[in-house]
């Protein structure tokens, strides 16, 4: 019998940055991944402290930025790779009304320091944008899909990683212990993604489910070093291509991509890009979201070393190695989980 600290299930955003805890605090683990959801490879991985549409703050943004960045250069040393790329972003305004509002917002004391004041004046030909932009400050990409695959070649080298569908009928509680086919553990973390749905633990956990697509765009004359925000995103990737997206739709929960979605992603790109580009793929996942927009952070109700980190919802990259601290703290220095991110406010 294999014994470990903990076995994760699911290593998207939240598996791994729990991990991240995990190595940091010298704790031994396994891990478990089935690549049945996509949400952690496909993201746009931006980290952005303002929400584009209302002028307001995100949800602990700079509490969650300040933990977050130094792990994500943790995790670039440990991988060898690089994940966060800094840049900034441009909010596309359509009207004077936009541009008073965006004043507005940098006086507020929650936003100044995220908020740069100054209008910025379209000078691409490629851009419809007559009212200029709005820039936010202390923004960037983390390349999430480089940090699954960088992550997942890591834990497969040193032998604790298991490609396979977890088989929640195989995990058995002994002693305090969880048994789990060869492996024993003092904890379990389920950080399935939307995957939650088909564990019999927690799947009374109200996770809705936002399914999202992007496109990838070719457009060799656009030349933007900046992420812009109009009604959706257009993330530089460099080499002249672009992400651009994504949708929400709330009822097809599958991962595949559809026509639906590109031609909404197409109409609402032509709205401000006038500049030739060609598509050249497609992508779509399940954005873990729950009904109040909290995350999913706890213990089983019954089965007391048995736990939940999930509900990262749009924007995983902040929330991630925010909630995966939180949740670590609570297992093994008994600190109290915040009521707002604590899953027993929910029934399982
Ligand atoms: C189109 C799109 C764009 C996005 N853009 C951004 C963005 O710009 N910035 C941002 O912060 N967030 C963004 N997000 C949200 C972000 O992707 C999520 O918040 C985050 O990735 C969720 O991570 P997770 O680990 O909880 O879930 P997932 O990434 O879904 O990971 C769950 C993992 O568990 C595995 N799994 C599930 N069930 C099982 C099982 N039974 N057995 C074994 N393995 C299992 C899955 O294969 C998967 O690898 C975006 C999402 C989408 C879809």
Request: hydrophobic share 40%; proline share 3%.
């Amino acid at each position: 019998m294999k014994k470990v600290d903990y076995i994760i299930v699911g290593s998207g955003l939240a598996g791994i940055l729990f991990a991240e805890v995990l190595i940091r605090q010298n704790k031994s683990f396994i891990i478990i991944d089935d690549a049945s959801q996509q949400s952690s490879i496909v993201a746009g991985g931006l980290y952005n402290p303002v929400v584009l549409k209302r002028f307001t703050e995100v949800w602990k943004a700079k509490e969650q930025l300040e933990i977050a960045l130094p792990i994500y250069q943790h995790l670039e040393a440990l991988l060898q790779v690089k994940l966060d790329f800094k840049i900034p972003v441009r909010r596309l305004f359509h009207s004077v009304e936009e541009q008073n509002n965006w004043f507005i917002a940098s006086d507020k004391p929650a936003l100044s320091e995220f908020i740069s004041t100054r209008i910025m004046v379209n000078d691409n030909q490629c851009l419809n944008a007559d009212f200029g932009f709005g820039e936010v400050l202390q923004t960037g990409r983390i390349d999430t899909n480089t940090l699954v695959d960088a992550f997942v070649k890591l834990q497969i080298s040193k032998n604790q990683f298991l490609k396979e569908s977890f088989d929640y009928e195989a995990l058995k509680i002994v002693e305090n212990k969880i048994q789990y086919k060869n492996t024993e553990a003092f904890h379990i973390v389920f950080a399935e993604g939307f995957g939650l749905k088909q564990n019999p633990f927690f799947n009374r956990l109200p996770l809705n489910g936002a399914k999202g697509e992007f496109l990838t765009i070719h457009a060799p004359d656009l030349k933007i070093d900046y992420v812009l925000k109009s009604s959706i995103f257009l993330i530089p990737l460099g080499e002249d291509l672009y992400r651009v997206g994504a949708t929400y739709e709330w009822e097809d929960k599958s991962n595949d991509i559809t026509q639906k979605a590109k031609d909404e992603l197409l109409r609402k790109l032509k709205a401000f890009l006038q500049c030739d580009f060609k598509v050249v793929d497609q992508v779509a996942g399940i954005r873990p979201t729950v009904k109040d927009r909290r995350p999913l952070v706890g213990e089983h109700s019954e089965h007391k070393n048995m736990y939940i980190l999930n509900g990262l919802g749009t924007r995983g990259v902040m929330i991630a190695p925010y909630v995966a601290q939180k949740l670590f703290d609570f297992i093994e220095n008994k600190i109290p989980l915040e009521k707002e991110i604590n899953s027993n406010r929910f029934q399982e």
